[in-house]
């Protein structure tokens, strides 16, 4: 009777278990959405989290149950999403229908991490509104024309390094370059702290920096978790940061605040914008500490490995294309000597190939694989196909725009696997407001950042590659394998490439007037 029991009490538990691992993967089925079949807990991810495939694949995979569907299904775990795959549904959400979905879904809590919850991204309603507003003023073309020049010193100092490097140093992996890079662009344009990782690979903006990236399978694990399975993640305290890295962000911002307002120090960086920001709203109308740590934050957790992965794709793709290295090598030839050896940001912003070339990399190859957007309100979405259904996404409910796959949507794009610059010197306009180019979001949720991450690309390939060319290494994985089980996109075994500076090259000239000569190649001006 005993052993009876005891097996009823199993069964049990069991048949609770399965209830609650499945209680949510009915909904698509019962609505006729097409989907692909789920499994207990995991719902379409256990590939994805087993570390077999990429969430590029995931996607695709549900992309591609219908041509002409608007929409699919996708379970990420016990959440049912939707996946649009019209435009205009996509637009409709994102832009004319925004205040059915204006918000990010939850993805971190406040109780264990204040500062991402805190940022920008994470913020709903009126306070996202709110913030987003004061926050665009540090964002415009002059303020970051006035943080141009931190930049140019950063691309100086790493243009130097390459190309002064020794025969048998110069096949590198380019994202660990470039992720120093952007430490020190965002260490010096956001903090106000200069910084040099090649010389100092310890330093502690960069050592902390790579602890708080999502291209780890721990972080992408506590992402998920805190996501799907909220009571696991407090059980085992999953955080996204740590306490003393917090902590180390928290006094920087309070320290550089108190220190120039005691002393009277100006500069021009964005933790000045802030502060400049506040005196103009007046008391109680614009930031607080607490805000401007977060934020500061956002741009530093969003501008280094985020822009250092799109960046190496960038310089991947060039190595891969000889042709494109040389036609954008020509036009940063022609502004250099259009404008006296300088690279100044009005001389970088005219350059169309230079912006084509960025464009079309991130077409090709966008690190965001999707965009998520939470129902707010109720709203109704059109039959998925003819003669089905509406389908009503409930406030609470998830959608995803899968970037990656519209990207490479012949529907789209002619010819979507061809890296073809020239697709957006002929139709960048129409191109940029179909719907189908997304790589810093859509509508009023677009990145805020975006202008100055492409700004901080631009001088970086300016500087780099009026001095030196970009060729495959030899540990490239070819043809392109993407990492498994991570969220941003990236390259399995890095970004392998030889860098090896030109037998001839412009020289740049210093904001002062003054040339830097080099060691390696011939200086021509």
């Known amino acids: 009777m005993e052993y009876l029991s005891l097996g009823l009490f199993l069964i049990a538990i ?63 775990s016990l959440t049912p999403i939707i996946v649009l795959r019209d435009l205009d549904l996509i637009k409709s959400v994102n832009m004319k229908n925004f205040d059915h979905f204006t918000d990010h879904r939850n993805f971190v809590f406040k109780d264990m991490d204040p500062i991402f919850a805190g940022m920008l991204f994470s913020m709903k309603g009126e306070q996202w509104k709110e913030q987003r507003s004061i926050l665009s003023l540090a964002f415009t073309s002059n303020k970051i024309k006035d943080m141009f020049n931190l930049m140019s010193e950063c691309a100086t100092r790493y243009a130097n390094y390459l190309s002064n490097l020794a025969e048998n140093e110069r096949e590198m992996e380019m994202r660990d370059l470039l992720t120093k890079y952007t430490n020190d662009v965002i260490a010096t344009c956001v903090y106000g702290v200069s910084v040099d990782t090649i010389k100092n690979p310890k330093n502690v903006f960069y050592t902390y920096g790579k602890s708080t990236t999502f291209t780890s399978f721990k972080k992408d694990m506590a992402m998920l978790a805190q996501r799907n399975l909220p009571w696991l993640a407090k059980l085992l305290q999953l955080r996204f940061l740590d306490k003393h890295i917090a902590k180390f962000f928290t006094e920087q911002v309070i320290n550089t605040i108190e220190e120039r307002k005691q002393n009277g120090t100006y500069r021009s960086d964005i933790l000045q914008l802030f502060i400049d920001v506040n005196d103009k709203k007046g008391p109680g109308k614009g930031m607080s500490t607490e805000n401007m740590v977060n934020h500061a934050f956002s741009l530093f957790f969003g501008g280094t490995d985020s822009v250092a992965t799109q960046t190496s794709f960038l310089f991947y793709l060039l190595a891969e294309n000889p042709e494109i290295l040389k036609r954008l090598q020509e036009e940063i030839d022609e502004t250099l000597e259009n404008n006296n050896g300088q690279l100044t940001y009005d001389a970088i912003q005219k350059m169309k190939y230079l912006d084509a070339m960025i464009n079309e990399a991130m077409r090709l190859q966008p690190i965001t694989v999707f965009l998520d957007r939470l129902c707010v309100k109720d709203f109704e979405l059109p039959p998925a196909l003819p003669g089905e259904k509406p389908f009503t996404v409930k406030a609470g409910m998830n959608i995803w725009i899968p970037v990656d796959a519209i990207h490479h949507d012949p529907k789209h794009y002619e010819n979507p696997q061809k890296f073809d610059p020239d697709r957006f010197l002929e139709n960048g306009k129409k191109i940029i407001n179909s719907g189908a180019f997304m790589p810093f979001g859509l509508g009023p949720r677009i990145c805020i950042g975006n202008r100055f991450a492409l700004t901080e690309i631009k001088v970086l390939l300016c500087h780099i590659l009026a001095k030196c060319n970009v060729k495959i290494g030899s540990k490239m994985l070819l043809p392109l394998q993407y990492e498994e089980g991570v969220i941003t996109a990236y390259a399995k075994n890095g970004f392998w490439l030889n860098v090896e500076p030109r037998e001839n090259f412009y020289c740049i000239s210093q904001t002062n007037g003054t040339t830097k000569h080099l060691s390696n190649g011939n200086c021509r001006n």
Do not use: W
Not at 38 to 55: D, E, H, Q, V, Y
């Open 14 to 76: 069991l048949i609770a278990i399965y209830y609650c691992a499945t209680k949510n993967h009915n909904i698509f089925k019962k609505h006729g959405i097409l989907h692909i079949p789920p499994i207990p807990l995991f719902g379409n991810m256990g590939s994805f989290f087993a570390k077999r495939s990429t969430l590029q694949d995931t996607i695709l995979e549900a992309y591609e149950l219908h041509p002409e569907a608007k929409y699919v299904g996708i379970y990420e």
